[in-house]
């Protein structure tokens, strides 16, 4: 189903309201309840937060994406710049469509998933230019088979990795997960041990495998002027990570170092996604897309607290925002 089709086949269900905007005009205002979400027929859509311009949303394009989770109040205004025809379906109608109509649900859902990564994309861009550094680049970690002859000298070991169900029921989406689906979706991840200093994966790599933090802590470093690099964030047992490049593919925009003796950590490649069952493939995506969610809209709201304080920012409140960014972190 291509993106086309996929406005006709919204329309088929007869779920979903047609709504005409003229430029100018508010789709949502932020705030408010996010019951409902949008696919654009034609025009574009703006994208605020007080007077700060986050983006643009043009046809064939899904809004609105946090209406699919109870309970969420939109953190940025959405408006229209030319005239625009939109699809609205209300939050109230996704159990059915989930059920009744599980291709169109999973086109909508794997859009969603797209759209809000490129979100995150952008905005981390535009974050990253803005940033300074103050630690030294990040360089590859050692072979595995010199990690392995160092541990063995030193006598440790890192144990047995923590059960695959608990880690994945830290996501707010898996919490409530059916233990057959559980099943399915962690028999797909494969654990393995890092040491202190070791790379994950490095800035500029290719790969297209998500992760999961088992045990430990990493360290996620952005490049900056000279040789130095930004320290985004320190990640804790349950975040999740690499999720751009397993969505958008491409390299890696940052390097994740284990900065706690030892680590464990879960992988989920692109072959193993392929793999999954359609109800746990669609519980997994529905997962991710939460965290995505979670990101950009704790992204957004750091982004308008800076407008609204009035003050000029400086390299701390930029390197923040792209540390919310760089992973999600379980509460």
Not at 1 to 22: F, P, S
Request: proline share 5%; net charge neutral.
């Amino acid at each position: 189903m291509d993106k086309t089709n996929l406005g006709a086949a919204i329309q088929a269900t007869g779920m979903a309201v047609e709504r005409v905007l003229l430029p100018g005009m508010n789709l949502w205002r932020d705030n408010t309840e996010a019951d409902e979400m949008a696919y654009v027929v034609e025009g574009e859509l703006e994208v605020w937060t007080g007077e700060t311009r986050l983006g643009t949303i043009g046809a064939d394009e899904l809004v609105g994406e946090a209406g699919f989770w109870p309970g969420q109040r939109r953190t940025a205004a959405v408006s229209a710049s030319s005239r625009c025809r939109l699809l609205v379906l209300s939050r109230e109608h996704l159990p059915k469509l989930r059920n009744d109509h599980q291709v169109l649900y999973d086109r909508l859902l794997e859009t969603a998933l797209r759209s809000l990564a490129e979100r995150v994309h952008r905005v981390d861009q535009d974050i990253a230019l803005k940033a300074q550094g103050s630690r030294d680049r990040p360089g590859a970690g050692k072979p595995r088979w010199w990690q392995s002859f160092v541990d063995q000298l030193r006598g440790t070991d890192p144990g047995d990795p923590p059960p695959a169900e608990a880690v994945l029921r830290r996501l707010p989406a898996l919490r409530g997960c059916p233990s057959p689906v559980m099943m399915r979706i962690k028999r797909a991840l494969k654990a393995k041990a890092y040491r202190k200093g070791e790379a994950i994966f490095l800035e500029h790599d290719p790969g297209a495998d998500l992760f999961l933090l088992g045990t430990g802590q990493v360290e996620v470093l952005r490049s900056a002027r000279g040789n130095r690099a930004i320290e985004l964030a320190n990640l804790n047992a349950g975040a999740l990570f690499g999720t751009g490049s397993w969505l958008l593919g491409g390299s890696r925009n940052a390097s994740c170092v284990v900065a706690s003796e030892h680590a464990w950590v879960y992988k989920l490649t692109p072959e193993a996604t392929r793999a999954l069952e359609p109800e746990a493939a669609r519980t997994w995506r529905e997962a991710v897309a939460e965290a995505l969610r979670h990101q950009l809209a704790t992204a957004d709201e750091h982004i308008a607290a800076l407008h609204r304080s009035g003050k000029q920012p400086d390299p701390d409140d930029y390197d923040r925002i792209a540390g919310v960014l760089a992973a999600f972190q379980p509460e």
